[in-house]
């Protein structure tokens, strides 16, 4: 690995959503910054979309550890895969609020202890946010069953807040007519977009220096363009081919990396040919090393 050659503590570009590498782009922060005030002011339903890549998933991680830190005011619920029966999202929910159910607990007896519980919450003043990662892989069914228990409320509000982090195919499926209900319940929405060129190299920056790099430039102005153009500032792709690049340049003995490790290493990572192969041609013809 190349580590030591780079003088780094740990890896810079792993995919795994990490917060301590989260990167406040301007999508990212507004996103984290609409959950909050909409938890805030109590809304039933939140969606957030993104393509595949772009970060809802460090989102939706970053949300919650806003929401552990005031303990004393909210209680939440991650639900990392919603594609399951409505009875068994009612589990899960259930588990993560540590209600005791059990395993032959019908329907009613889900929401009655669900309802218990959220009023407990209520009387103790504490909001509770169910997030849901992967949200266009819920059936129509399931999301029915999310509508129904978004009911539960007093007079004065909802006992129940939730969370939907999805891809765009999450609004194409919202736009059912059979779920036009729930789909009226949705009060704030964001979607999260790709970085631009200037955020690419502040990205790039800011992830090295979290790894512990503190020596000269890895990454040129101009290589950092390039590394923008071909993973079309998606950062997850980012992040895979600027982790070949720096495999390649260590390879080479490298101490910084040129636009010829970023050329093979979006040409050995198909997602990244399509959106950028046009970017490489150029480059091999006119960009320097």
């Known amino acids: 690995m190349y580590l030591e050659h780079f003088q780094l503590r740990t890896a810079p570009f792993s995919i795994t959503p990490d917060t301590a590498f989260a990167f406040a782009s301007r999508t990212q922060q507004d996103v984290l910054n609409t959950l909050l005030l909409a938890v805030a ?55 993560e609020l540590s209600i005791e159910l059990p395993a032959d607990a019908r329907s009613h007896e889900m929401l009655e202890a669900l309802n218990t519980r959220l009023l407990a919450s209520a009387a103790a003043d504490r909001r509770v ?66 970085l631009t060129a200037a955020e690419t190299e502040r990205y790039l920056v800011h992830r090295l220096r979290v790894a512990g790099h503190t020596g000269a430039e890895l990454f040129a102005p101009y290589v950092a363009r390039l590394l923008h153009r071909v993973s079309g500032g998606i950062p997850r792709l980012l992040n895979i081919v600027a982790h070949k690049s720096l495999l390649l340049a260590f390879g080479e003995g490298a101490l910084r990396v040129g636009t010829h490790h970023v050329q093979a290493a979006a040409l050995d990572t198909p997602s990244a040919n399509a959106a950028g192969l046009l970017a490489v041609c150029a480059a091999r013809m006119g960009l320097s090393a």
Do not use: W
């Open 41 to 95: 002011d109590g809304e039933g339903f939140i969606k957030i979309t993104g393509e595949v890549g772009t970060g809802k998933t460090l989102a939706c991680r970053r949300f919650l550890a806003a929401l552990a830190q005031r303990p004393q005011e909210y209680e939440s619920a991650y639900i990392i895969n919603p594609c399951v029966s409505p009875r068994s999202l009612l589990l899960a929910i259930g588990h």
């Open 129 to 194: 946010v169910v997030c849901i990662d992967e949200a266009q892989t819920i059936s129509a069914d399931t999301l029915e069953a999310l509508r129904l228990i978004s009911n539960l409320e007093t007079e004065k509000r909802k006992l129940l807040q939730i969370v939907l982090f999805g891809q765009p195919e999450l609004d194409r499926k919202l736009a059912r007519p059979e779920l036009r209900q729930l789909t009226s319940r949705i009060t704030f929405q964001c979607q999260l977009q790709a």
